[in-house]
């Protein structure tokens, strides 16, 4: 959050911008009316040291209403369960009379919304003919895809309000009646309206002190970041109201310096425990392994060299047929078992093999 303890504007100082602002829009308002013209705004433009890092809005609640009663406020609800459109509308109408809400002019469910605002030329006119957009909490998130590129672009998109808030009529009122500043991470300027022409000069001036003390306190960056605080209106110039002095910019950087130095430490700390880790993971690694070398060494078996069991088979085997074949009587074609190579025919020549039968070659007659 900022630092608020140095900051603040000088309430002479805004008081005579004011007064010279409205004396410009008296001269360029138009017929000889004595009142200034409502329509006229007045903003706040505030300048910043350095473009934050981050978006952000901020609401500002405001001593004095900066909208009139005239304007058209719309509100976007949900559908109610087991209820048609035009039950839903006539719903919520009767909980605002209840609860003493009577500055919203139309109430839209969003199907209603999803429906019949479904064409572009529908949205377009959505959008001309209301000053205000609020919409339920309930279905804000839902609102986007419906709404369109225009109410982003023209910064009309609509507020939440809490529908079920004990208190619905301050809180409405509140965010009708205030105003908000969007600050962007793509510039160092923004602006925030925070009064109108019709005001007085001591509204205008407490509106200022009070949008001023809320943005100065949240703001989320460190140290005191506005530099430059203008007020101006729709057609004029910018006048000064506030002017940081440059012992802010210097404190400024001390703290961008100390937050530099704090990262540094903390990445420092990291690699030193991650370090640390890996060391302790590595000892843990050598004393296993020195664990597992020394239970290796104390077990080592012996080789001894061990026959299979199919050789000693087929030797066995082997052998006992040797035996049975000396053992066994010779014949006259040879040994037993074996078949004579050469038949003796029946009357008493050899027999004639395979090939010599092939061989032979036929007589001719």
């Not at 890092?53 to 209403?65: S, Y």
């Not at 793509?186 to 001023?212: L, P, Q, S, W, Y």
């Not at 082997?318 to 009357?347: F, V």
């Amino acid at each position: 959050m900022a630092e608020t303890a140095e900051v603040g504007v000088d309430r002479g100082q805004v008081k005579k911008a004011v007064q010279a602002l409205q004396a410009f829009l008296k001269t360029k308002s138009t017929g000889d009316s004595l009142f200034l013209d409502d329509t006229q705004q007045i903003s706040l433009l505030f300048t910043l040291w350095k473009i934050p890092k981050k978006p952000q809005t901020i609401r500002i609640p405001l001593p004095h209403g900066q909208r009139p009663d005239t304007d058209e406020v719309c509100l976007f609800t949900r559908d109610e369960p087991n209820m048609t459109s035009d039950q839903t509308i006539r719903f919520y109408k009767k909980l605002l009379q209840e609860k003493g809400v009577t500055n919203i002019s139309e109430v839209i469910p969003y199907k209603v919304l999803k429906t019949e605002y479904k064409p572009y030329e529908a949205k377009r006119r959505l959008l001309g003919n209301y000053d205000m957009f609020l919409s339920d909490d309930r279905v804000r998130r839902l609102l986007p895809s419906h709404l369109g590129k225009h109410f982003y672009e023209r910064k009309r998109e609509p507020l939440c309000v809490n529908l079920q808030s004990k208190n619905l009529a301050r809180d409405i009122s509140r965010v009708i009646q205030g105003s908000s500043l969007k600050v962007t991470n793509k510039g160092c300027c923004c602006m925030a309206r925070i009064a109108h022409a019709g005001m007085t000069a001591d509204e205008v001036t407490e509106n200022v002190e009070a949008a001023f003390q809320t943005v100065s306190t949240k703001l989320r960056t460190k140290g005191p970041v506005i530099k430059l605080v203008h007020i101006k209106s729709q057609t004029s110039v910018s006048l000064p109201v506030y002017t940081s002095n440059l012992n802010s910019l210097t404190a400024l950087e001390d703290a961008q310096k100390q937050a530099e130095t704090a990262k540094k430490e903390a990445v420092a700390k990291k690699r030193a425990k991650r370090s640390k880790k890996a060391e302790e993971a590595k000892k843990s690694k050598d004393t296993e392994e020195v664990k597992t070398t020394e239970g290796t060494e104390e077990e080592i078996p012996q080789l001894v060299p061990v026959g299979t069991p199919s050789k000693k088979a087929k030797l066995e085997k082997t052998s006992k047929k040797k035996k049975q074949l000396e053992k066994a009587p010779r014949t006259a074609a040879g040994k037993k078992g074996r078949k004579p190579q050469n038949k003796i025919n029946k009357k008493g020549g050899k027999a004639e093999s395979k090939k010599e039968k092939k061989r032979k070659v036929p007589r001719v007659k």
